[in-house]
């Protein structure tokens, strides 16, 4: 658990929401041009839609937005360390063993299923005949 129990940032200033408005405007610069050049082989399409959302991205990894994004995909990496994985076998294990489980309510369900039709449909339905 990480011991930060509150983060103190500064506000975002002007100048991060003028690097955002400006990575977006990027953003939708690379999707336009995409559609624009049409006409374009597919690589050409491609690369300046690559170019505007690497842009975009590096301008936005920049603000106090990114900057805190990149702290979480830090912290988030250090927790993944802390995983315990399962192993080949028990990973198997685990998914016969639902596998297993997953028949027999299957098997449980249709005799209920059976059962209900057989009282409802064939018994109760026919009284007031």
Same mark, same amino acid.
């Given at each position: 658990?990480?011991?930060?129990?509150?983060?103190?940032?500064?506000?975002?200033?002007?100048?991060?929401?003028?690097?955002?408005?400006?990575?977006?405007?990027?953003?939708? !610069? %690379?999707?336009? /041009?995409?559609?624009?050049?049409?006409?374009?082989? +597919?690589? $050409? =399409?491609? &690369?300046?839609?690559? !170019? %505007?959302?690497? /842009?975009?991205?590096?301008?936005?990894?920049?603000? +106090?937005? $990114? =900057?805190? &994004?990149?702290?979480?995909?830090?912290?988030?990496?250090?927790?993944?360390?802390?995983?315990?994985?399962?192993?080949?076998?028990?990973?198997?294990?685990?998914?016969?063993?639902?596998?297993?489980?997953?028949?027999?309510?299957?098997?449980?369900?249709?005799?209920?299923?059976?059962?209900?039709?057989?009282?409802?449909?064939?018994?109760?339905?026919?009284?007031?005949?």
């Amino acid at each position: 658990m990480n011991a930060k129990v509150e983060k103190t940032e500064a506000p975002n200033n002007g100048f991060d929401v003028v690097k955002l408005v400006l990575a977006g405007v990027l953003f939708v !610069a %690379g999707m336009v /041009a995409y559609y624009y050049f049409a006409d374009w082989n +597919g690589w $050409g =399409r491609i &690369g300046v839609l690559s !170019a %505007g959302v690497i /842009a975009a991205v590096a301008i936005t990894s920049f603000t +106090g937005f $990114g =900057r805190s &994004g990149r702290e979480y995909l830090s912290e988030s990496r250090f927790e993944l360390r802390k995983v315990v994985w399962p192993t080949r076998d028990e990973t198997i294990r685990t998914t016969l063993v639902i596998m297993v489980v997953v028949v027999i309510l299957s098997l449980l369900l249709g005799l209920i299923d059976v059962i209900l039709k057989w009282v409802v449909l064939d018994h109760l339905l026919k009284l007031g005949h």
